[in-house]
């Protein structure tokens, strides 16, 4: 009998270890990397570092540094095929969901004008300011010469801690590891 | 279970969805389905797990919800002598 309750609380241990290890494989697995499908192809450059569709994972970010209010972005786009009727749109991605934060509308562009303006630079405002973390961003182009779809990784560094998202996600988590914990507790005693 | 198995389903839930949101935060794992779907269900998993292995506040070698020990018998009464 006694022999019977020590294999049950070894499996219940190993279970316990399973769970942990599906955890931390979830964390540290690797995120989906995709960059730009289609015959599109673009740049930023963001204090000094030049972006490409290649920083398109966790560990290699699009950094957006902790004073960005008035950053100034020098961008290009370009796409290789017939760019007439086209229409696009920006979105960060949130679980299966994904929230769209910019577009561009239908556009007949009858010179079919294929490229950016050389000069061209987006200047950030302070819309970004209080906001921290990892996104992943999807974009995608569609016109009359074909479709292209598009990831990156955005990193937007900062305190994350001085947010309220990020104090309050810190401190949920503990909380709720304690309560887990405290279901270890068997009945009958106080947590 | 030996634990509390409710406490252990609620708390790891909310266990997972904050992690998930605290891990985008510090910027190790963006908010993709796995965090978000995922790590919810595991920490269910976990709390439920906890609370059948109930490892806390129990004796070595002594299930946690096994009954308290009966207290001893008391000591046989002597015989009255009657008078």
């Known amino acids: ?5 020590g294999t049950v609380d070894r499996l219940r241990r190993l279970a316990v270890v399973a769970a942990v290890t599906c955890a931390v494989w979830l964390v540290a697995a690797p995120t989906v990397s995709a960059s730009v499908q289609g015959p599109c192809e673009g740049t930023a450059t ?17 950094v957006v540094p902790e004073d960005r209010s008035g950053l100034r972005i020098p ?36 010179d079919d004008v294929r490229a950016t303006n050389p000069d061209a630079v987006y200047i950030l405002g302070s819309e970004l300011d209080s ?3 990892l996104y992943r961003v ?23 801690m001085s947010t309220p998202v990020g104090a309050g996600a810190t401190a949920g988590a503990v909380l709720a590891g304690v309560a887990v914990l405290a279901a270890g507790i068997p009945k009958g005693k106080k947590p | 279970m030996r634990g509390r198995p409710i406490l252990g389903a609620i708390s790891g839930f909310f266990f997972g969805v904050f992690l998930a949101v605290a ?23 976990l709390g439920l797990l906890m609370a059948a292995w109930a490892p806390f506040g129990s004796r070595s070698g002594e299930p946690a919800g ?18």
């Not at chain 1, 009998?1 to 309750?5: A, I, L, S, V, Y």
């Open chain 1, 1 to 5: 009998m006694k022999r019977r309750t």
């Open chain 1, 75 to 110: 961008y290009s786009g370009a796409i290789t095929a017939q760019n007439t009727n086209y229409l696009g749109a920006v979105g960060i991605v949130v679980g299966p969901v994904t929230i769209n934060i910019a577009d561009w509308g239908l556009d007949e562009n009858v």
């Open chain 2, 66 to 83: 096994a009954a308290p020990p009966t207290p001893p018998a008391p000591p046989p009464s002597e015989p009255r002598t009657e008078t």
């Open chain 2, 23 to 45: 891990l985008q935060q510090w910027s190790v794992r963006p908010l993709d389905n796995l965090s978000v779907i995922g790590l919810p269900l595991i920490g269910i998993a």
């Open chain 1, 138 to 160: 999807t974009a995608f182009h569609d016109a009359d010469g074909g479709s292209c779809d598009a990831d990156a990784m955005v990193k937007l560094e900062g305190s994350v």
């Open chain 1, 131 to 133: 906001i921290v973390g």
């Open chain 1, 46 to 62: 963001i204090d000094g570092v030049t972006y490409d569709p290649s920083f398109d994972s966790a560990s290699k970010p699009i």
